[in-house]
């Protein structure tokens, strides 16, 4: 089973806005709302590519409720957990005209140490060796920085392998728990390492401590300069295919999705390459966080292409 832990999803609202003007009125020519929050996302796109995946997560109020009612829409059971306040809501402009997505998060709820603790026990509980733990996103306020860390060591106790993908401290202190897989943005692995990565070798370099400090695979992201996935004996360079944008917001959680799924159903690194460059490329051709349908992905694999680093 792959698991999903959002901890502080959203409502992802997405409107289209063209020649975004600062300071003037806007008006909005296309709008729509999704379910989200990273691990929500990846949910997502795992039952698109056929798989299945439960999603934990923490939500409150109508706009939680909301979220509730899309996922068991979708088909996705959830393991939710309750808290005061109201589940955020996330604003995405798409500018189709000067071809930028810009992002206004709300910062969400306070979650008590108390609910963070239930919650983990949960999983813990019912995860069987072998299982995938994906976990994505921010933190919400209230958790402790190393809150990933910490799961992330309780529930590879219990036989999970863990996929991380987070930003900032959480990100750094969730390597702490050594992760079995990491897949940070090039812009998430320089903040991390604290200097630019200008090149391929410097980006395998940086990988590479990582994977001295325990984790096992590391996938690097580049938008569309492709990605690099690493481990300690090879580094591959893929290359997605070309395709027109739409949307941006949730091409990295498509990766994770397509990377868990992989591992449930034991692909071949070659397959899981392209399964991944090709689920990315269909999702930023989907408008909003919406998932990719599985016949445009597999209309894109043979455009895939990668070699050796």
Avoid at 7 to 13: G, S
Avoid at 237 to 265: E, M
């Amino acid at each position: 089973m792959i698991y999903t832990v959002t901890l502080n999803p959203a409502l992802d609202k997405t409107v289209e806005v063209k020649s975004l003007r600062v300071d003037q009125v806007n008006r909005v020519s296309a709008l729509r709302v999704d379910a989200g929050g990273k691990g929500i996302n990846v949910s997502k796109v795992i039952a698109k590519l056929g798989g299945e995946s439960k999603a934990l997560t923490i939500l409150g109020g109508n706009t939680g409720k909301a979220i509730s009612s899309a996922l068991d829409s979708a088909g996705i059971p959830c393991l939710t957990f309750n808290v005061a306040g109201e589940t955020r809501t996330n604003l995405k402009v798409v500018d189709p005209e000067l071809k930028t997505n810009t992002d206004i998060n709300e910062p969400g709820p306070v979650v008590d140490p108390a609910t963070l603790d239930s919650a983990l026990w949960s999983l813990s509980s019912i995860i069987d060796p072998g299982d995938i733990v994906v976990l994505s996103g921010s933190l919400p306020k209230g958790a402790p920085e190393a809150t990933y860390a910490t799961w992330t060591a309780v529930c590879q106790k219990h036989g999970a392998r863990v996929l991380l993908d987070a930003d900032g401290e959480a990100f750094k202190l969730g390597l702490g728990g050594k992760p079995y897989l990491v897949k940070p943005n090039i812009d998430e692995l320089e903040r991390l390492v604290g200097h630019s990565l200008p090149d391929q070798q410097s980006v395998i370099a940086a990988a590479r401590d990582l994977i001295q400090n325990g984790v096992q695979r590391v996938v690097v992201s580049m938008g569309g300069d492709g990605a690099l996935f690493i481990t300690e004996s090879e580094a591959i360079r893929a290359h997605s295919p070309k395709v027109k944008v739409s949307s941006t917001v949730g091409a990295g959680d498509s990766v994770v999705a397509s990377l868990a799924f992989a591992l449930a159903t034991h692909m071949s690194t070659e397959d899981t390459i392209v399964l991944a460059m090709a689920t990315g490329a269909a999702n930023v051709m989907s408008e909003g966080t919406q998932a990719a349908e599985l016949s445009v992905i597999d209309s894109l694999k043979d455009q895939v292409t990668f070699e050796t680093a």
